[in-house]
């Protein structure tokens, strides 16, 4: 199951505060849906307990006993279950006309009822039920995002205005026929979350987080250290080279008995630092010692290249 699935499965197992907090978070989720006007109320899940508490809510609201269609399509190698749920009843839509804003006033054009946000939690859990039904929230380990889809433009800037008027930091894009808010970033989706009530979601993402930034700072550490070592290395190598063509021209053996031991010290042990040469030395030399001994067979070295 996805992150974002355990996530409202979480949300759909939390208790309400209040009788008013359970209508807001009905409502939410009912105007999030795919259609939600007089005529009709639709709207299509992939979260089987989703589907389940907006029953229950509108039966234990209302006395709604609303209509529940399952389907089923391939997804990838697996099944994907669709929860298609539906009020269309004449006479249960009148029950729900509460839920519609009051066309004579001036927030019918806001699209969102504000007057059924009776008490501080109100807003809450009408964004818990907003997200259950058009909410998707990244895997921490591939991102920080979370999104909420509607079909109408008109809803989606309704519910980035109110976003903004409780201190969040919204986005809005469109796609094809839908319209995006989201939310990105760890602390902003941390929020989001943990204004909803998603404590465990919002926990993951602060683990990824530290997770994530622990593994940057061993990768940085791994890296300097495989730099330091290559640089090491390539100096190695190179007084090596130095070592040997001072060899072949005869003029080893006239260097200072001091130099010869160092030089061929480093000859044998290639791939040693020069704190491990030090060692190496008897009695053993400080690695300044040995840096200042390999700038002497170099100069040696520079000299044998300018006479030839």
């Given amino acids: 199951m996805s992150f974002c699935q355990d996530t409202k499965n979480d949300l759909c197992a939390l208790p309400y ?8 978070l009905l409502y939410g989720a009912l105007l999030s849906g795919n259609t939600f006007c007089a005529e009709k109320i639709r709207l ?7 589907g389940e508490l907006i029953l229950h809510l509108l039966r234990d609201i209302y006395g709604i006993k609303g209509n529940i269609y399952i389907s089923e399509k391939k997804s990838g190698e697996g099944k994907v279950h669709s929860y298609k749920l ?3 009843a004449r006479e249960d839509l009148k029950k729900l006309s509460e839920l519609y804003p ?15 946000f009776s008490c501080a939690d ?12 058009a909410g998707t929230v990244t895997d921490p380990m591939s991102g920080y995002r979370v999104e909420l889809t509607f079909s109408r433009e008109s809803l989606a800037c309704a519910i980035l205005e109110l976003l903004e008027e409780l201190g969040f930091s919204p986005k809005f894009a469109v796609r094809k026929t839908s319209a995006v808010v989201y939310m990105k970033e760890s602390e902003n989706t941390e ?16 683990n990824a987080k530290i997770y994530k930034d622990i593994r940057n700072a061993q990768n940085r550490l791994s890296n300097c250290d495989a730099a330091n070592i290559n640089r090491m290395t390539g100096s190695a190598q190179e007084h090596i080279r130095m070592i040997r063509t001072l060899e072949r021209a005869g003029m080893l053996e006239f260097l200072p ?19 491990v040469l030090a060692e190496l030395h008897i009695p053993p030399i ?9 700038a002497r067979i170099e100069q040696c070295y520079e000299e044998l290249k300018n006479k030839s």
């Fill in 191 to 206: 929020d989001f979350l943990t204004f909803i009530g998603a404590s465990q979601a919002s926990l993951a993402i602060m």
């Fill in 257 to 275: 008995e001091d130099l010869r031991v160092t030089a061929e010290l480093r000859r044998e042990n290639p791939e040693a630092s020069l704190a």
């Fill in 17 to 24: 505060k209040n009788k008013c907090c359970r209508l807001a």
């Fill in 122 to 133: 109100c807003k809450r859990y009408f964004f818990r039920g907003a997200f259950l039904t």
């Fill in 86 to 88: 539906t009020v269309s």
């Fill in 102 to 116: 009051d066309v004579r006033s001036d927030e019918s054009r806001e699209i969102i009822n504000r007057a059924l």
């Fill in 44 to 50: 299509v899940t992939e979260n089987a307990r989703t």
């Fill in 286 to 294: 400080t690695k300044s010692g040995v840096h200042h001994r390999l």
